[in-house]
């Protein structure tokens, strides 16, 4: 199978991150079905002449994020269940969190309270679905 | 047989004006090392002393299994040595060297030697003397690579090269690899490209190995971080730092023993980390030769 992948030396992220990227987005859309069989580590890092060591990296990592499945001598696979929404959605949340620590800092609030200014919020979230429960009861 | 195609122990060379001291290097079969230094760091003297074309003072060597100088002769019939001075005879065509190396090196690959000449856009009829520099470090490398060594030697493979005729060498150089018997080492002041392909990585500089690791361990070791300090503050001790930049309050920290709870360490000593910067390999080289150098004068 022809990879497809592409490195970009000048994305300033490493090369391992770009490949995990590109193997879950793969996943993601559904061109990379679970089961099928990736690439090895030789074949890849040929085609991307990209040194072996980084591919390894890229595809332990994505072995301990359960997307593929690696058998020694055998290859790898995408795995049966490659649970990548929830990873999806974490990563996201990371990113988001880390825009609101930035927008914190900028208006020169501490650690404590963007901590508190999130909490606040989350108590908000819970308080418009105790009213919405409260108000579907009350419908009921 | 060894898990390293490549040993050195306690090698030294001493010349009047020059000396290497001490190197220890081990390259693992089946992987790239990529060697950089500085102009006259003794990347070529090192790379001299594995092929035993100069003997070291002191220190063993030991080339697939084989101890050098000693059995160069044995060693030779598996190593591809290609250096920028390496002379191919002006008069002759580039198929007059395939058909003189046929007959000496028992596992020459004909067809192979063809395809490279295909793929390498080399005319073997064409005579050395009329080739560009580009390509005659092409026709070296392919007379290098047809003869299916064991490990491949090359001294500068990039050095002079046209973006295109880069990167064909850089694939047949991934190529090779494709089988986990062979090993590359190959020296470069061009980062980029060892950065790009190689598994292992080794600084040298006035004459004394100064890091050599893994690529990726190297790449997430070293940080730059960028702080923000309070009116008064100071700067956080943490560990591994090689250089502090910046400004007063705006404090630029290197480090190459990075870890993530490094931030929170700073955020709690009252120094706010605005960024984590990753390096490239020729800043890590850079900033790995500095602190060395500061260190040996101060």
Same mark, same amino acid.
């Given at each position: 199978?022809?990879?497809?992948?592409?490195?970009?030396?000048?994305?300033?992220?490493?090369?391992?991150?770009?490949?995990?990227?590109?193997?879950?987005?793969?996943?993601?859309?559904?061109?990379?079905?679970?089961?099928?069989?990736?690439?090895?580590?030789?074949?890849?890092?040929?085609?991307?002449?990209?040194?072996?060591?980084?591919?390894?990296?890229?595809?332990?990592?994505?072995?301990?994020?359960?997307?593929?499945?690696?058998?020694?001598?055998?290859?790898?696979?995408?795995?049966?269940?490659?649970?990548?929404?929830?990873?999806?959605?974490?990563?996201?949340?990371?990113?988001?969190?880390?825009?609101?620590?930035?927008?914190?800092?900028?208006?020169?609030?501490?650690?404590?309270?963007?901590?508190?200014?999130?909490?606040?919020?989350?108590?908000?979230?819970?308080?418009?679905?105790?009213?919405?429960?409260?108000?579907?009861?009350?419908?009921? | 047989?060894?898990?390293?195609?490549?040993?050195?122990?306690?090698?030294?060379?001493?010349?009047?004006?020059?000396?290497?001291?001490?190197?220890?290097?081990?390259?693992?079969?089946?992987?790239?090392?990529?060697?950089?230094?500085?102009?006259?760091?003794?990347?070529?003297?090192?790379?001299?002393?594995?092929?035993?074309?100069?003997?070291? $003072?002191?220190? %063993?060597?030991?080339?697939? =299994?084989?101890?050098?100088?000693? !059995?160069?002769?044995?060693?030779? @019939? #598996?190593?591809?040595?290609?250096?920028?001075?390496?002379?191919?005879?002006?008069?002759?065509?580039?198929?007059?060297?395939?058909?003189?190396?046929?007959?000496?090196?028992?596992?020459?690959?004909?067809?192979?030697?063809?395809?490279?000449?295909?793929?390498?856009?080399?005319?073997?009829?064409?005579?050395?003397?009329?080739?560009?520099?580009?390509?005659?470090?092409?026709?070296?490398?392919?007379?290098?690579?047809?003869?299916?060594?064991?490990?491949?030697?090359?001294?500068?493979?990039?050095?002079?090269?046209?973006?295109?005729?880069?990167?064909?060498?850089?694939?047949?150089?991934?190529?090779?690899?494709?089988?986990?018997?062979?090993?590359?080492?190959?020296?470069?002041?061009?980062?980029?490209?060892?950065?790009?392909?190689? $598994?292992?990585? %080794?600084?040298?500089?006035? =004459?004394?190995?100064?890091?050599? !690791?893994?690529?990726?361990?190297? @790449? #997430?070791?070293?940080?730059?971080?960028?702080?923000?300090?309070?009116?008064?503050?100071?700067?956080?001790?943490?560990?591994?730092?090689?250089?502090?930049?910046?400004?007063?309050?705006?404090?630029?920290?290197?480090?190459?023993?990075?870890?993530?709870?490094?931030?929170?360490?700073?955020?709690?000593?009252?120094?706010?980390?605005?960024?984590?910067?990753?390096?490239?390999?020729?800043?890590?080289?850079?900033?790995?030769?500095?602190?060395?150098?500061?260190?040996?004068?101060?």
């Amino acid at each position: 199978m022809h990879s497809d992948i592409v490195i970009s030396q000048s994305d300033g992220r490493p090369m391992y991150l770009q490949i995990m990227e590109q193997v879950k987005q793969r996943v993601a859309v559904g061109e990379w079905a679970p089961g099928d069989e990736i690439p090895s580590i030789r074949q890849l890092a040929m085609d991307l002449r990209v040194s072996v060591i980084t591919i390894k990296r890229a595809y332990l990592e994505l072995e301990r994020e359960g997307v593929i499945l690696t058998q020694q001598g055998k290859g790898s696979i995408i795995a049966p269940n490659p649970g990548l929404s929830p990873h999806v959605y974490h990563a996201e949340l990371s990113e988001r969190l880390d825009e609101v620590v930035r927008l914190g800092d900028l208006l020169g609030l501490s650690s404590d309270e963007i901590a508190r200014r999130t909490k606040e919020a989350a108590n908000r979230l819970n308080e418009a679905r105790l009213n919405e429960a409260g108000f579907t009861k009350e419908i009921v | 047989m060894s898990d390293f195609s490549v040993q050195f122990e306690g090698v030294s060379k001493r010349y009047t004006h020059f000396s290497l001291e001490n190197i220890h290097l081990e390259l693992p079969t089946g992987s790239i090392m990529g060697f950089i230094g500085a102009n006259g760091a003794g990347k070529s003297t090192t790379i001299r002393i594995l092929m035993g074309l100069v003997h070291q $003072d002191t220190g %063993t060597v030991r080339v697939l =299994g084989h101890s050098m100088p000693g !059995d160069q002769a044995a060693a030779k @019939l #598996d190593i591809g040595f290609v250096s920028e001075d390496m002379r191919l005879y002006g008069a002759a065509t580039l198929k007059w060297h395939m058909d003189f190396m046929r007959p000496i090196y028992p596992r020459w690959d004909q067809t192979y030697a063809e395809e490279l000449a295909r793929r390498f856009d080399l005319k073997p009829q064409q005579k050395i003397k009329g080739l560009s520099h580009g390509q005659r470090v092409k026709s070296a490398l392919l007379l290098a690579l047809a003869r299916r060594p064991r490990l491949l030697v090359l001294d500068e493979p990039t050095t002079g090269l046209d973006p295109v005729a880069r990167m064909e060498v850089l694939s047949e150089l991934m190529a090779v690899l494709a089988d986990e018997d062979r090993t590359i080492l190959f020296s470069s002041h061009n980062t980029l490209d060892v950065e790009q392909i190689s $598994d292992q990585i %080794t600084f040298i500089d006035r =004459g004394r190995i100064i890091d050599s !690791d893994d690529k990726e361990v190297f @790449l #997430d070791r070293w940080r730059r971080l960028r702080l923000v300090l309070p009116p008064d503050g100071v700067v956080p001790r943490l560990p591994g730092v090689v250089e502090v930049g910046g400004s007063g309050r705006l404090p630029v920290l290197t480090t190459n023993r990075f870890e993530p709870a490094m931030v929170s360490a700073c955020n709690d000593l009252g120094a706010t980390v605005q960024a984590v910067d990753t390096m490239t390999l020729e800043e890590i080289f850079v900033a790995n030769v500095h602190s060395r150098r500061e260190r040996l004068t101060a």
